[in-house]
């Protein structure tokens, strides 16, 4: 209480610096200029050269502002404006209003103002009668009973969602929720299209809640644990502090965001250890600097402007180190990086079987690189490692004959991202070809969603035995020709294919190609006459 008439006392000199009686003076005996001040006067900020011409009513000046303009709409800067933790009153309105609503506001402040208790009631609570309720009342509010009477019905912040939470009987709510439901089915249409739109939308509600409540339920899982009691701390490794030069230490902001939540939660504790001496106002203010502080941990910016440090750089929180392309999920769990492993552009191959590929020699080299240097070592070809890499940089013929006979006997894997559904990963016996592209057979793009406009695929190396035996039973191309969701075939010829078989079947030739493939044209005519004659008898 002490504070908060200090903080009011500070505020009353800041508007209007003397209005208590003496004036506020610096070091040298000079009088603080108070907002009063600033604004009074020709120079003030409210002079007529910046705000126009003032109004005249009952012989005071008055400047009329609209409820919904803000400050710089009115003509202030912004920096004349300080948003206060809490709201306090302006000591220079007592003195303009009238004496009636004067003695009628002190009237209402001498009387305590207390809401109505659910469980308890403060008349019989006394063994002894009082004359004046002055000395009742501050003699109730000291005891431990009373104490005990507030904690049991008062509560704010996180615990009381949490009492809520833990009071709520999520089966009562399914069935609540469902009796509402019907009835709102049952009325049908009301005519009104605003009033069918909130009808729609609050049966959407519903089924939403039951659906969560019987989620709850299924899972064994309380409400009331969706608010923290323990705050979980991440491992070391996760959040690490490294020395660099000069003996100076490098720490990850998730340590002084931990910082922060263990010092305002002990500060907290030991408010709460000597509760019998502390202000209800200094521990609920406490509590909300914890609650500030474990907000700004799990998601830095939540509250509106985000934590920085000294160099006003933004601390990085729970949600930004996992969120995102470059967040802990899809960078390090779902999408690291991957040994044997490369990625090209893919062109066609049109010389290709149904289940080849062809990879750039400069890829396969790299992929193979283990493989090539052990065939090299065998045949004598190299004594050691050192050596034989030496021959694969200086590309000797033999490095291009071993590499060969490796990728017979070895199946690679190529995938395009998205991977949406199984076809999206398939096995393909690798050949050498020239240039820096994948050459990939054009019936099996479908399965990957892919075209050659430049689509990018990345080439897998299977190494255990049980994923080569797996990629030559299950994920050779050849052997996914339906497509595992409605069983129709996937591996069809489709656009540019389609024109091309037309034009290589045409039967009447023109241009240059009017001497070539008569066999061809005679056959397809062949073929028409017979299609006909069965379609005209069937």
């Given amino acids: 209480m002490c504070q908060e008439k200090l903080v009011q006392e500070a505020v009353d000199t800041l508007l ?43 012989g005071r000046s008055v400047i009329v502002v609209g409820p919904s303009l803000s400050l710089h709409q009115c003509g202030l800067p912004r920096e004349i404006a300080i948003e206060l933790f809490q709201t306090f009153g302006h000591h220079g309105i007592t003195i303009e209003v009238s004496r009636d609503l004067k003695d009628r506001i002190e009237r209402y402040i001498d009387k305590p103002i207390a809401k109505k208790p659910t469980f308890l009631r403060l008349r019989g609570l006394f063994e002894y009668e009082i004359q004046s309720r002055k000395y009742s009342i501050p003699l109730f509010f000291t005891t431990q009973g009373f104490e005990a009477f507030r904690n049991r019905e008062i509560s704010t912040g996180a615990g009381a969602i949490r009492e809520q939470l833990a009071d709520s009987d999520l089966r009562i709510i399914t069935g609540n929720s469902l009796v509402e439901w019907k009835e709102l089915g049952e009325e049908g249409s009301t005519g009104n299209e605003w009033e069918d739109r909130k009808i729609r939308r609050r049966k ?21 644990w969706m608010v923290l009691c323990l705050l979980p701390v991440l491992p070391p490794e996760l959040r690490p502090i490294i020395q660099i030069d000069g003996g100076k230490l490098m720490s990850s ?45 799990l998601d830095n910016g939540i509250r509106g402007q985000p934590m920085r440090d000294g160099h006003n750089k ?15 999920f899809r960078e390090t769990l779902l999408g690291k990086r991957v040994d044997y492993s490369g990625r090209s552009v893919i062109v066609v191959g049109p010389s290709l079987s149904l289940h080849q590929c062809g990879l750039p020699r400069e890829i396969a080299i790299e992929l193979f690189q283990t493989f090539v240097i052990r ?11 050192g050596i034989a890499k030496s021959k694969i940089r200086e590309k000797e013929p033999i490095v291009w004959e ?46 990957f969603n892919a075209d050659f ?3 990018q695929m990345a080439v897998h190396v299977p190494l255990s035995l049980e994923a080569q035996a797996e990629a030559r039973l299950l994920m050779f191309s050849h052997m996914n020709l339906l497509s595992p969701a409605i069983g129709d075939p996937i591996s069809v010829p489709t656009q540019d294919m389609l024109i091309g078989l037309y034009l290589l079947t045409i039967g009447n030739l023109r241009g240059i190609s009017k001497s070539r493939n008569l066999y061809r044209s005679r056959c397809y005519q062949r073929t028409i006459s017979r299609f006909r004659f069965a379609n005209y008898y069937r």
């Fill in 16 to 58: 209007d610096n003397g209005i208590r009686g003496q004036p506020m003076r610096d070091g040298h005996n000079k009088v603080y200029k108070s907002f009063s001040d600033v604004i009074e006067g020709k120079e003030g900020r409210f002079r007529e050269t910046l705000l126009g011409k003032r109004v005249d009513y009952s």
């Fill in 204 to 224: 959407d509600f519903l089924v939403r809640r039951m659906e969560l409540a019987k989620h709850f339920i299924r899972t064994n899982v309380e409400p009331e």
């Fill in 253 to 297: 902001d998730i340590n002084e965001l931990y910082r922060r939540v263990i010092y305002r939660n002990n500060t907290l504790t030991d408010l709460l250890a000597t509760s019998r001496s502390t202000p209800g106002e200094l521990v609920m203010c406490q509590e909300k600097l914890v609650q500030e502080a474990v907000d700004t941990l």
């Fill in 314 to 328: 933004v601390y990085k929180s729970f949600s930004d180190v996992i969120e995102g392309k470059e967040g802990r």
């Fill in 375 to 385: 065939g090299l070592i065998r045949q004598h070809v190299a004594s050691n490692i």
């Fill in 402 to 447: 071993i590499l060969q006979e490796v990728m017979r006997g070895h199946p690679v894997l190529l995938n395009r991202a998205p991977t949406l559904h199984r076809l999206g990963i398939q096995a393909f016996q690798p050949f050498l070809v020239e240039g820096r592209a994948i050459c990939l057979h054009p019936l099996v793009c479908k399965g």
């Fill in 453 to 455: 406009d430049g689509d």
